[in-house]
C-alpha cells in the first residue's frame, strides 16, 4: 500500500494535504531514504532543525510532529518497519499567550477603522450592515463569535442596548448602543435587513445576515473587514477587542466595569489587558526614536 493510498484511506480528506506536506518536509530532510530509518535521535534533531530555521507556532510544530509519526504508522502497517521511534514523543512548546499591550490600536485608530470600512462593490445594501460590524467590535468590544450569534430579539433599540448571550470563555451582559449605532441598527432593521433576508431559503432570527440572506459566519466577519484592504494594513478583530479594553483600562476605568463589559470571567485575565508606565514609555521609544 502506498503511503497516498494509506492516508487516503486512514485520514479524512480535509487533513490529506495538511499530512502529506508535513511528511514530505521530513522524507526530504533526509536524503537516500534515509527518513525510513530514522532513530529517536535523529527526529529530535529535525523538530530542532524547524525550530532553528522557521518561526513555527507551537501548534504548527507539533502538526509537522504529527505528520512524522503517521509516517512510521505507515512504515509499520506496511511492513517496512518493526518499531515506531517517536510514538511516545510530545512536544512541550508553550504558546505564549502574552497580550502586547504595546502594540494594539489606540482610539483614534479604532474611529478610522470605522470610518474607512467598506462594502463589496456593487452590493450597497452591505453598507449599513458592515458598518454596524465594525461599530460593535470597536464600542462593545464583541467577539466575532458574539457578534454572529446575535439575534433581533437581543436587541432593544428603545432602551438603547444588546444583550450578549454567554460563550465558552464570554460571561452574558447587555450593552449599551451609542447614539449613532441606534440609528444605523434602526435603518438596518427597517430596510437593508429585509432586503438581505429575501434571498434567504428559509426565515431565521439571526440580527446580521450575510448577502444571500443566511447568518453570517464568524470567519466572513474577518474577510469583510479587510475587503480592499492592502496585505500590510489587514485587521484583525481579536485585536481590535483588546485594543477596546486596554483603552479603557488606561483611560482609569475601574477593572471590575471593565471586566464585566468585556465579559471576562475572571479579572485577572482583563488585569493582563493593563499597561504599566515601562510599557507604554517603550512603546513610545520604538514608535518615534528616529534611528530604526
Known amino acids: 500500500m502506498t503511503l497516498e493510498t494509506y492516508l487516503r484511506k486512514t485520514y479524512s480528506p480535509a487533513t490529506y494535504n495538511s499530512n502529506m506536506f508535513n511528511i514530505r518536509r521530513f522524507t526530504d530532510y533526509y ?3 534515509k527518513a525510513q ?3 529517536y535521535g535523529e527526529i529530535l534533531q529535525y523538530i530542532e532543525y524547524l525550530r532553528k530555521n522557521f518561526d513555527l507556532h507551537p501548534k504548527t510544530l507539533r502538526h509537522c510532529l504529527y505528520g512524522v ?3 512510521f504508522n505507515w512504515l509499520l502497517e506496511t511492513g517496512r518497519r518493526t518499531d515506531h521511534p517517536c510514538s511516545e514523543l510530545k512536544l512541550k512548546d508553550r ?3 502574552r497580550i502586547r499591550v504595546e502594540n494594539l490600536y489606540s482610539g483614534q485608530e479604532l474611529e478610522r477603522f470605522f470610518e474607512t470600512v467598506c462594502a463589496p462593490k456593487r452590493k450597497h445594501r452591505l453598507d449599513n450592515r458592515n458598518k454596524i460590524i465594525v461599530s460593535l467590535l470597536i464600542y462593545q468590544a464583541l467577539t466575532v463569535t458574539e457578534i454572529a450569534a446575535l439575534t433581533t430579539g437581543e436587541v432593544n433599540l428603545e432602551k438603547g442596548e444588546i444583550h450578549i448571550k454567554a460563550q465558552y470563555h464570554q460571561l452574558a451582559r447587555t450593552l449599551p448602543l ?5 440609528l444605523m441598527f434602526y435603518n438596518y432593521l427597517q430596510a437593508d435587513r429585509p432586503e438581505l433576508a429575501a ?3 428559509e426565515p431565521c432570527d439571526a440580527f446580521i445576515l450575510g448577502q444571500y440572506g443566511e447568518p453570517i459566519k464568524p470567519e466572513a466577519i474577518s474577510r469583510m473587514l479587510n475587503c480592499y484592504r492592502p496585505a500590510n494594513e489587514r485587521l484583525q478583530p481579536v485585536k481590535i477587542r483588546q485594543s477596546v479594553i486596554a483603552n479603557l483600562l488606561d483611560d482609569r476605568h475601574d477593572t471590575r466595569i ?3 463589559f468585556a465579559g471576562h470571567r475572571r479579572a485577572s485575565t482583563t488585569e493582563e489587558y493593563r499597561k504599566d508606565a515601562n510599557e507604554t514609555l517603550q512603546a513610545a521609544v520604538n514608535r518615534y526614536h528616529p534611528v530604526k
Open 199 to 201: 434571498f434567504a431559503k
Open 31 to 33: 536524503p537516500d531514504g
Open 69 to 71: 509519526k503517521i509516517y
Open 258 to 260: 471593565v471586566q464585566v
Open 178 to 182: 451609542k447614539a449613532k449605532q441606534i
Open 37 to 39: 530509518r530514522a532513530t
Open 95 to 97: 504558546i505564549d499567550k
